[in-house]
Every structure is written in C-alpha cells, then in structure tokens.
C-alpha cells in the first residue's frame, strides 16, 4: 500500500511539474518574439530550435572565461551529494552577477554581427535570470557549464550540442522529484520559481 502511495504521489508532482513546464513554455515564447522588432520576428519553431542550442552559447569567449574549474566542482561535490545542490553551491551571487554581464556582453556583440538566432538565445537566458527567482539548478546555461566541465566537452567535440542535450534531458529526469521538492519549497516560502528555459520545449 505505501509503495503503491508512493508511485501515485510521484505521478501527481510530476503530472504537477509538467503541467507549469507548459505554461511557462507559452509564456516565454511569447515574450521572445514579441521582444522583437517586427521585422526581425522569428518562427515559433525557430524560437523552439534556437532553445534548444542554447547550451552552445557555454563555448562563446564570453562565457568561457567563467565557467567552473574542476576543482571547484569536485568541492562541491565533496559537500554536497545531489547534483542540484553542487550546481547551486557552485552558483554563488557573485558568479551570478558576473554571468549576467556577460550575457549583456554577448547579446550586444550579436546584435552587432546581426545574429538574429544566438541574439535570440542570448535574450531568452537574460529574460529568465531577470526574473525575480530563477534558481541556478534551473537555469539552462549554468548546468550545462557543469556538465561540460565535468564530461570534459569541449566546442571541439563532435555532436558537442547533442550530447549536453542529452545530459540536460537526464539532469532533469534523474532529479525530477527533488527539484520538485525545492521548487514547492521555494513556493512555500511566498516565491515562485520558474522551469528551467529547456523544459519548456
């Protein structure tokens, strides 16, 4: 009966989960081509494939200069034993606040070389991080600088976008549950915290 209970409580937090996965998907997508003057207006489902090579933006020399070392995730995971929390240890306000501008840094270059596609993509992780709570372990760009770092992926690599794909698609599958947890603990202290930019795909 109790393993019975729990197979249907995990179905609800993840039928939960899912269903706030959509809304913010909509949302979004929404607020990225409205964003846009209307000539430079994209597809739905450019702005869909462009989501999903967001995690390439990590091999841009912007943001390369600031992703973790090694060491720096073996501390974490020293002190830490669930993934989510590495990435959120790892995340520090400082780290934030330097991703941030170079973000800005990215964007403004794109627009520059009127890259209308990773312009997009540069926004889309802007307009998630300027929102009043977007949790590291949530973010699309900083677990995918952990995971590269700690699979040594590099922008060399063939198939690179694949496989940090892929491995953003287990992150989110492997801790389903416990991100759910924080996320309803973020919920319960009056915040309300978004889905990663990926699962709104």
């Known amino acids: 009966m109790a393993k019975k209970k729990?197979?249907?409580?995990?179905?609800?937090?993840?039928?939960?989960?899912?269903?706030?996965?959509?809304?913010?998907?909509?949302?979004?997508?929404?607020?990225?081509?409205?964003s846009r003057p209307v000539e430079k207006k994209i597809s739905p489902s450019k702005v869909k494939q462009n989501l999903k090579n967001m995690p390439s933006l990590i091999f841009e020399p912007e943001l390369e200069k600031i992703r973790f070392s090694k060491e720096q995730i073996e501390e974490a995971q020293a002190n830490h034993e669930k993934v989510p929390d590495q990435i959120e240890a790892l995340a520090t306000p400082e780290f934030i606040t330097t991703l941030k501008e170079q973000l800005e840094a990215l964007k403004l270059r794109f627009d520059q070389e009127n890259d209308l596609n990773k312009g997009m993509m540069a926004h889309a992780i802007i307009y998630f991080m300027e929102q009043e709570h977007a949790p590291a372990y949530l973010n699309q760009v900083v677990v995918a600088m952990y995971y590269s770092v700690i699979s040594d992926i590099d922008s060399n690599d063939p198939g690179v976008?694949?496989?940090?794909?892929?491995?953003?698609?287990?992150?989110?599958?492997t801790w389903a549950d416990y991100l759910q947890e924080k996320m309803d603990a973020l919920e319960g202290k009056g915040e309300k915290p978004l889905s990663t930019v990926e699962s709104f795909l």
């Open 6 to 34: 729990k197979q249907k409580q995990k179905k609800a937090g993840l039928a939960k989960r899912q269903k706030n996965k959509q809304q913010k998907k909509t949302a979004l997508k929404k607020k990225i081509v409205a």
């Open 161 to 173: 976008l694949k496989q940090l794909n892929q491995m953003l698609n287990e992150y989110d599958q």
